[in-house]
């Protein structure tokens, strides 16, 4: 039995040999595999025109495209410039007579009408007065000064002055201020309109032209108040 086993061997190894030689090439076909495997060099010839094989460079990814409102939008760049030169102008401030001939030189200026009026209410004052009397006049004097008050002396209409202690924007705050100048032993002082309501002429948005035709206005036609920018919000 062992005898056989041996035998058996031998044939086996001996078939393996031949095969590893190539002697059993027809049968290859039957058997399914190579002694080569995949590694064979008859696989290069199954290959069709391999000389025509190029290896190509990996292309740079394409750019994105910009969206279309950005890329066909007419005009976007000047618009956003045309807002941003934009400017809020003031003149003034004009009394009665002032504001006439000044609007009528912002229409000539300005024919589309693209400006508005700010009313500035009368200003109201505290004062003591009118002195016709110099020497109670200067007495008056030396006791605000005591009092560590320095008034004001204004010329009125009569002749006779006026001392102008305090000056506000409105009428409360002009009868607070008096209130506290009485704590303090001032009894002879008033509160007064210190002058008419004035008009201020605005233009909220003035593009380059407008601001061109406004500042070309001489000071003559704007009684010496040129326009200027606007003030903060609140003033």
């Known amino acids: 039995m062992l005898r056989w086993i041996v035998l058996a061997l031998l044939l086996a190894n001996a078939g393996f040999w031949a095969w590893r030689q190539g002697w059993l090439e027809p049968l290859h076909g039957v058997i399914g595999a190579r002694p080569e495997g ?102 008056k004097r030396d006791e605000l000064r005591r009092r560590g008050i320095t008034p004001q002396q204004l010329p009125t209409a009569s002749g006779a002055p006026l001392l102008v202690l305090s000056r506000h924007a409105a009428r409360p705050a002009a009868e607070l201020e008096l209130t506290a100048l009485v704590e303090r032993g001032v009894h002879t002082a008033r509160t007064m309109v210190g002058g008419p309501a004035l008009r201020v002429l605005r233009v909220a948005q003035a593009d380059a032209l407008q601001q061109s035709a406004l500042a070309a206005l001489g000071p003559d036609r704007l009684r010496g108040k040129p326009f200027g920018p606007c003030p903060p919000a609140g003033l």
Do not use: H, Y
């Not at 990996?58 to 939008?73: G, N």
């Not at 003149?91 to 009408?113: D, H």
């Open 38 to 139: 995949e590694r064979e060099p008859q696989r290069l010839g199954l290959q069709v025109r391999p000389e025509a094989i190029e290896l190509m460079p990996a292309e740079a990814p394409a750019p994105r495209p910009l969206p279309a409102s950005a890329a066909t939008a007419p005009g976007t760049v000047e618009a956003v410039v045309a807002v941003a030169a934009l400017e809020c102008l003031e003149a003034g401030p004009f009394n009665v007579t002032e504001f006439a001939l000044a609007e009528a030189s912002v229409k000539s200026a300005l024919p589309g009408g693209a400006w508005a009026v700010r009313e500035i209410a009368a200003p109201w004052w505290v004062v003591m007065g009118p002195f016709v009397d110099t020497e109670l006049l200067q007495k």
